[in-house]
């Protein structure tokens, strides 16, 4: 699709930018085909106004609305920042109770098995109390053997 027709079917009336073409998925974001690829509306309107994304950047709405094509309201980070973003939104304690600021927020390596969770985000103090009791078990075993 032509920039100028994607740019033609956005609705601006409001501060987030409406899409008032078709071709939504079930997540309620639309999709079209820009420069040979089919890509997600605020993609394309990213890089027809802005230019081509950053390698290993993503685009986050910084005002929370998926459907939002707004510029102004779309930004580049990286895939941490945005988690750690998200997952501050939604939690401010661990179950243990300790505050999960930025500083104690732990993400584990990316992991490539099927079975195992991939960017889990976990508290910092709790995962270095478990490693401290499991270094002590750890030393204990060995000293009785």
């Given amino acids: 699709m032509e920039p100028s027709k994607i740019l033609g079917l956005i609705d601006r009336s409001q501060s987030c930018h409406c899409w008032t073409g078709k071709g939504f998925d079930k997540d309620g974001r639309a999709s079209v085909r820009h420069n040979g690829r089919t890509k997600k509306?605020?993609?394309?309107?990213?890089?027809?106004?802005?230019?081509?994304?950053?390698?290993?950047?993503?685009?986050?709405?910084t005002c929370n609305h998926k459907?939002?094509?707004?510029?102004?309201?779309?930004?580049?980070?990286?895939?941490?920042?945005?988690?750690l973003r998200h997952y501050r939104e939604r939690r401010t304690h661990?179950?243990?109770?300790?505050?999960l600021s930025p500083d104690n927020i732990?993400?584990?390596p990316r992991r490539y098995k099927a079975h195992q969770k991939t960017n889990t985000l976990t508290c910092l103090t709790c995962r270095n109390l478990r490693r401290a009791e499991w270094r002590a078990r750890v030393a204990a075993t060995s000293a009785v053997s």
């Fill in 106 to 108: 732990y993400q584990h």
């Fill in 94 to 99: 661990c179950l243990s109770g300790h505050v």
């Fill in 41 to 61: 509306v605020h993609i394309a309107v990213w890089e027809i106004l802005k230019g081509p994304r950053t390698p290993g950047m993503i685009l986050e709405h």
């Fill in 67 to 83: 459907w939002c094509l707004n510029v102004e309201h779309i930004e580049e980070t990286t895939q941490h920042v945005n988690l």
